[in-house]
């Protein structure tokens, strides 16, 4: 059974989230920008507080010991030992934005309860009991500075200020009769607690801080592998920063090839994001991250593929024989009695991906290449055609991978080279206005619906998924839920 995750690590993967907010400095454009708003901040802090609550309750609290002098009655000794937190309670936090600072941890309210032991001796006379403590009223306030590794990419933070106030202590004693002597000087004792808790309570934050969200915000890739040919960059352009409603993330968002990496020959546009607060998280996907995809696996080779008679419905009439193909061109059948055919697609160019409030469309420019399938299994070449096609896109969300699906709004088909001799294209444009939809998008569509990682931490699930198509990029909205 997978291990659920704790307090600390939800609360760390929406600071993470948040860390991706920046402020870009350099001239270059994001291809993804990330957005947190308050609301997603107000479940951080919900996640948060209660694991600070739990490491509260794991402070050491040294035994003290001292004397006290009462008239009449001479010196005493006294000792509180084996004293130990049994409740934390938070009943008010916040995190807060700090304009080009970063995150404002504010707790108000709190309360410790502690209990444990005590004994006084005054002569031969002894006495012991227990003891209840209450710290009560106590403040924090802690401040988080959002950074990045310049060298990695990755996000960091840390805890530059803490700050906590106990207004009150105050500690009840029983056991012994003799207890009213302790309570006589219940104000010396209560103050050496307040004093212990005061010091223990941004040590505790701090710490948190330091080996549990630090360490976490570490784990988040900066780049991820899609597969055997390309990557994606996630890296931040720079440094978090926090704006007075939201946080802005920019990330390079851009496919990278795995064998031979090399800056593309565009660059991302300028991205004009509405502002939304309907939802915790925002992501912008620039139409960059999918056209270096193109370009990637487009240079790689690996855009294309083969077609075959096994590949066309059983129930169609037309069959990639060259006996089909004796009405479309005769030639074929007098060249090639009786033999199969064979067609490769194959991207000419990068596919080129347009987004816009009207939706998504996907131009791209592919050769058609037909060959003959002799008796020995080598390949005659037919005819070279170039098929330019119009392609609408739909996208989605599947386990946290952005999905597509493709379908063919128009196709055009222009003779390049024939082996055979010329030949009207026109009946082969039906043929093909079958095949492509047919055959070749479920191939593709196949492969869009693996689909590839969003930039986000680990034990996420997206909830209430908005998502719309604005000039340039999409833009998804949703709430979080950790599992």
């Known amino acids: 059974m997978a291990r659920r995750p704790d307090n600390m690590s939800s609360w760390a993967t929406l600071v993470v989230l948040a860390a991706l907010g920046t402020v870009v400095t350099a001239t270059t454009n994001p291809g993804i920008v990330t957005r947190i708003t308050q609301k997603g901040l107000d479940y951080a802090c919900q996640q948060g507080v209660a694991t600070l609550q739990k490491e509260l309750e794991k402070i050491e609290i040294p035994s003290f010991s001292g004397s006290f002098k009462i ?18 309670q938070f009943p008010s936090s916040q995190i807060n934005l700090v304009p080009n600072e970063g995150l404002q941890l504010s707790v108000t309210n709190a309360n410790i309860k502690i209990s444990g032991k005590w004994k006084a001796r005054k002569n031969f006379i002894k006495a012991s009991g227990n003891f209840d403590l209450k710290v009560e009223s106590i403040s924090i306030s802690a401040g988080l500075k959002l950074s990045c590794d310049p060298t990695s990419g ?7 200020s803490c700050n906590n106030h106990i207004d009150s202590v105050q500690v009840h004693i029983s056991g012994s009769s ?23 309570i941004c040590e505790v934050v701090t710490s948190a801080v330091s080996s549990k969200l630090e360490p976490y915000f570490q784990t988040l ?33 851009e496919f990278f090839s795995l064998a031979h990496r090399s800056p593309p020959p565009f660059a991302p546009p300028a991205l004009a994001i509405p502002t939304n607060h309907d939802h915790m998280v925002y992501l912008a996907i620039s139409d960059y991250l999918f056209n270096t995809a193109g370009l990637v696996y487009q240079q790689a080779g690996v855009l294309n593929l083969t077609i075959k008679d096994d590949m066309i419905p059983k129930e169609s009439k037309f069959r990639l024989t060259t006996k089909s193909f004796r009405t479309l061109i005769p030639q074929v059948a007098k ?26 469309a996907l131009t791209p420019a592919v050769d058609v290449q037909a060959f003959a399938v002799l008796p020995n299994s ?32 128009k196709l055009l088909l222009k003779l390049k080279h024939s082996d055979i001799g010329p030949f009207s294209v026109d009946l082969l444009q039906a043929i093909m206005n079958y095949m492509v939809p047919s055959a070749v998008l479920p191939k593709v569509n196949e492969r869009l619906q693996k689909g590839f990682p969003l930039p986000l931490p680990a034990h996420i699930q997206l909830l209430n998924l908005l998502l719309q198509s604005h000039q340039d990029f ?4 949703a709430d979080i839920h950790y599992s």
Request: hydrophobic share 45%.
């Open 474 to 477: 999409l833009l998804f909205g």
């Open 221 to 253: 890739p900066v780049t991820a592998k899609i597969d055997d040919v390309a990557g994606i960059d996630y890296s931040l352009l720079a440094p978090p920063a926090a704006t007075a409603e939201t946080l802005e993330g920019y990330l390079k968002g």
């Open 178 to 200: 003799l207890g009213w002597l302790i309570q006589l000087f219940h104000k010396k004792i209560e103050d050496s607690l307040r004093d212990t808790m005061n010091s223990k």
């Open 335 to 360: 060249m090639f009695p009786d033999m199969m055919v064979q067609l490769l697609l194959g991207a000419s160019s990068p596919p080129h991906l347009t987004i816009s409030p009207a939706g998504l």
């Open 71 to 88: 008239k009449h009655l001479g010196k005493g000794e006294y000792s509180f030992y084996s004293m130990s937190i049994h409740e934390v």
């Open 154 to 160: 990755h996000s960091t933070v840390t805890c530059i």
């Open 378 to 409: 080598s390949l005659a070449p037919l005819f070279l055609l170039d098929m330019s096609t119009n392609v609408s896109v739909k996208v989605g969300v599947k386990s946290n991978m952005l999905v597509g699906k493709l379908s063919l709004d």
